[in-house]
């Protein structure tokens, strides 16, 4: 059975975006998979956060997991700082990239840039610039075989193909495999609700850009019936020229499991206002029953929640335990080998 390996990192409450570009996949890759699941709560900190927002955002992501659908007996769900090998590898792997590849992540320009203070200088974290080598070590050390991820993330994934390419080479040895990227096509990337040239992200500070998991019937409501859409009133896919109306699209298509092309057929003879109304009722209809769920774990059944991280945990420092100790004795970082 194939590996899999993913992640969501514990930056803020999850979002539409995360649901349709992450979690989505993983209900159906359970089915046929090996599946590991994290909270990466140690990219969590990779910006600047409050403690008990990060302590209530890893609790939340872990039971949002499960409220989705992700089964405990068939998927493993750790959070990432329990499994201590994901931060030993990645400093080894920070210390075979190069600043220069590092700088050139998107993500890390499009955050970098956002630092600016007050006073106009400018100090950037260096975890965002790091970031990209501990998602590597995160896939690396579980020998995955595919790591599903929205089209956003593709650039880290192919950073990830050539840090492990390069240490094989260097080590002349199979220290790790090249793991494939599954892209879901027809989910995308869910673009924010304001700009929709931006993509939908849990730490954008404009709350409106943003549908999150948590929201309720009238929070969901308000955000889509002022999304911004243009001035044509025909409803097409188009993402260049129509983001607005595009982005409703793909969330409704992706939503209802149907093809953009179906979509597009249903709403022709349709304005946005009816796109809209339909686009509220398929995100309402989905996160309600969903709400109860993580609700319901996080206050009556804490201890469940608890149990099955420990459980994920256990079984993700085994697999993690032995890679990292193979990689140690063949880098030479013991002088007495690890155990095997
Ligand atoms: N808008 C999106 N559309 C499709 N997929 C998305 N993902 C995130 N936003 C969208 C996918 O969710 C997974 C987990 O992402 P992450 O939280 O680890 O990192 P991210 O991509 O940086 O997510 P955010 O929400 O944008 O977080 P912040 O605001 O902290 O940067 C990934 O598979 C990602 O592709």
């Not at 050390?141 to 650039?155: E, H, K, N, R």
């Not at 080479?169 to 990227?181: E, S």
């Not at 911004?228 to 982005?247: A, H, L, W």
Request: proline share 3%; net charge positive.
């Amino acid at each position: 059975m194939a590996r899999i390996i993913s992640g969501i990192t514990s930056t803020g409450k999850l979002t539409l975006g995360n649901y349709l570009g992450a979690i989505n996949n993983f209900l159906k890759l359970q089915e046929k998979h090996e599946l590991l699941i994290f909270v990466a709560n140690l990219h969590g900190l990779t910006l600047p956060i409050k403690a008990q927002a990060l302590k209530e955002n890893i609790r939340d992501i872990a039971a949002w997991y499960f409220a989705a659908g992700i089964m405990p007996n068939k998927t493993h769900i750790f959070i990432q700082s329990d499994v201590l090998a994901h931060t030993q590898l990645g400093y080894v792997l920070l210390c075979n990239s190069y600043v220069g590849e590092l700088e050139r992540m998107t993500q890390y320009k499009d955050k970098s840039q956002k630092m600016t203070n007050q006073n106009k200088t400018i100090s950037i974290p260096t975890g965002i610039l790091a970031y990209p080598t501990l998602m590597a070590a995160d896939i690396l050390l579980y020998d995955a075989d595919f790591v599903p991820v929205g089209i956003d993330q593709t650039q880290h994934l192919e950073l990830t193909k050539t840090l492990a390419t390069r240490m094989n080479n260097t080590y002349k040895t199979q220290l790790f495999k090249v793991p494939k990227i599954i892209v879901d096509q027809q989910a995308q990337k869910i673009m924010s609700l304001q700009d929709p040239t931006k993509k939908m992200s849990k730490s954008d500070d404009n709350l409106k850009n943003t549908i999150f998991l948590s929201d309720n019937k009238q929070e969901v409501t308000d955000k889509i019936t002022k999304a911004v859409t243009d001035s044509e009133n025909i409803i097409k896919f188009d993402p260049q020229r129509k983001p607005g109306v595009s982005n409703l699209l793909t969330i409704y298509a992706s939503i209802t499991n149907k093809n953009i092309k179906t979509c597009e057929q249903y709403f022709s003879n349709h304005n946005y206002g009816f796109l809209k109304k339909e686009v509220i009722k398929v995100i309402n209809n989905l996160l309600e029953p969903m709400q109860k769920k993580q609700q319901a774990l996080i206050n009556e059944k804490l201890s469940q929640l608890v149990e099955y991280l420990q459980q994920g945990a256990a079984f993700a420092n085994k697999i993690a335990t032995k890679k990292l100790n193979f990689v140690e004795n063949i880098i030479g970082i013991n002088f007495i080998e690890k155990e095997k």
